[in-house]
Structure formats: structure tokens, C-alpha cells
């Protein structure tokens, strides 16, 4: 079922009932969607240069949600990362908010998003200079991923991480040793606590009653290209694919959302 068919149905209700509180992104996306491919999104002038055959072909959206257009730039994505991949073992690490922030996340996005970046890089970076981890200058590839497979609101963040770094005083490789990058239960202890004071310095509030226990995993992923696909899949696509819309039956629309 095309999403585009579904938008265009339920447009203009949509609009009268949710005017006042649709974020002008949201609007946007649902116009950039409902013109994919049409002569709206623009078009394109070609002509053959054998026959002299001319035709107009209707451009794509490009907007990062519609299903339509973007599976390209997924593929060039893995292209770029893959360039950048070095001959090491590769680690996926993630680390998430815990539900008693996701109320002042979902008000507070931008600024609570750059937090979460700014306290995931520092963690990391901070664990790979400690000698007893590591000893070297780390680097890293970081996806935010707000929603899980059930739909629902769950701001986290993967990050593939290189076995090794660079050791600036002797200007070399150093390989991380053992079948571990770092301890996870520490990691999510230090991420806890820079992400709070983070969260305090900035002014919002801190929530009463967060758990003391936060979650970060940490697993091995070979050489990075396979984590690589697994997150490509989310980047340049809206959270409900069309698959995954199974019924549109009087002004009800069902989607499946994978998850068991």
C-alpha cells in the first residue's frame, strides 16, 4: 500500500483537526511525500539521442522519510562508511535513555539529542585514553535512533567502534586486546552521570525517580561492515515503510510494526 495514497486521504482532515499543534516539519514531510513523483516534485526534461524521443520524467522528493526515493542513499551511505573501514574487528555499542527522560526528550529534541551525542562521544573517547582500557585516541561512527521496533518513543544511540586507536606518543596503531572494547556496566555509569549534569547545566529538568541502572551494550560486530547494514536500514527512511501498512478501512490505518 503507498503511503502517498494514505497522506492524500486523510490530508485535509488531518489538517483541520491537528492544525494548531503539527510542527511545520511534520506538514512538510507530509507535503514532500503526497508529491513524490508527481509533477508537483518538479520534472525532468529528457530526449533520446537516437530517435529524438522526448518526454518529461517527475522528480523524487528526496525527503528523508519518503519510501519512495530513498534506498539510494542508503546504499551510498554504506559506500562512504565502507571506505572508511579499517582492517580491525569492529564494535557496536549503544546506549540509551532510560523512560523516565523520555517526556522532557520529546520536548526538548534538539537540545537533548546534542546532549546525548556530546556525552556518548566524551564516554567513549574518554574510556580509549584510559591506559588500562586502551591508552590511544579512538574513532567512531554514531547513528541516533529515536523510535524501537514496536514504534514506540526510544531515543538511542549506536556506535561502531574500531578495536584499537591511535597512540599519539609513539604515532602508531595500538590493537585492543581481548574480545571486549570496554566494560558496558561502566560505560553506562559514567554516561549516567555526564548526561545528567549535562541535562542540569543546560536548564531542563532532571526528573525524579531515574533508575540508578542505565543500559549500554556493547557486542562485536567482525569487521564493521555488517553493522554498517544494520543501521543504514533506519537512516534515510520514515519509521513505518509501506510494508508494513496492512489495512486503510474506513478512516482506520493499521501498520505492523515487526517487532515479536
Known amino acids: 500500500m503507498k503511503i502517498a495514497s494514505v497522506i492524500n486521504e486523510y ?12 510542527l511545520p516539519s511534520h506538514v512538510k514531510a507530509l507535503n514532500a511525500m503526497r508529491h513524490c513523483r508527481t509533477p508537483e516534485s518538479g520534472e525532468l526534461y529528457v530526449r533520446c539521442p537516437n530517435c529524438d524521443h522526448t518526454d518529461f520524467r517527475p522528480l523524487s522528493c528526496g525527503h528523508r522519510n519518503c519510501p519512495q526515493c530513498q534506498n539510494h542513499e542508503a ?8 571506505n572508511k573501514l579499517l582492517p580491525v574487528l569492529y564494535f557496536m555499542v549503544t546506549f540509551t535513555l532510560p523512560c523516565e527522560l523520555r517526556a522532557v526528550t520529546w520536548r526538548n529534541q534538539r537540545t537533548v539529542y546534542s ?15 584510559t591506559p588500562k582500557h586502551l591508552g ?13 521496533r514496536r514504534l514506540d518513543f526510544h531515543p538511542h544511540i549506536h556506535v561502531v567502534v574500531p578495536g584499537g586507536g591511535i597512540d599519539k ?14 566494560d558496558r556496566k ?11 549534569d549535562a541535562l542540569n547545566k543546560s ?17 562485536r560486530v567482525g569487521q564493521g561492515i555488517t553493522a554498517l547494514k544494520y543501521l543504514s536500514r533506519y537512516l534515510y527512511r520514515g519509521v513505518i515503510s509501506e510494508k508494513n501498512i496492512v489495512s486503510n478501512h474506513k478512516g482506520r490505518v493499521t501498520a505492523y510494526s515487526g517487532a515479536l
Open 75 to 82: 546504499s551510498r551511505w554504506i559506500d562512504r562508511q565502507q
Open 203 to 219: 536548564g531542563l529538568p532532571v526528573p525524579r525517580g531515574i533508575r540508578p541502572e542505565w543500559v549500554v551494550d556493547c557486542t
Open 11 to 22: 490530508y485535509d482532515p488531518f489538517l483541520t483537526r491537528y492544525a494548531d499543534t503539527a
Open 115 to 129: 546532549l546525548m551525542f556530546s556525552c556518548v562521544s566524551s564516554t567513549l573517547k574518554d574510556f580509549g585514553l
Open 186 to 196: 561502566s560505560l553506562a555509569k559514567v554516561f549516567r552521570a555526564r548526561f545528567l
Open 169 to 182: 606518543n609513539r604515532r602508531q596503531w595500538k590493537k585492543k586486546k581481548g574480545k571486549y572494547l570496554f
Open 136 to 148: 590511544a585516541e579512538i574513532g567512531m561512527t554514531m547513528v541516533l535512533h529515536t523510535h524501537s
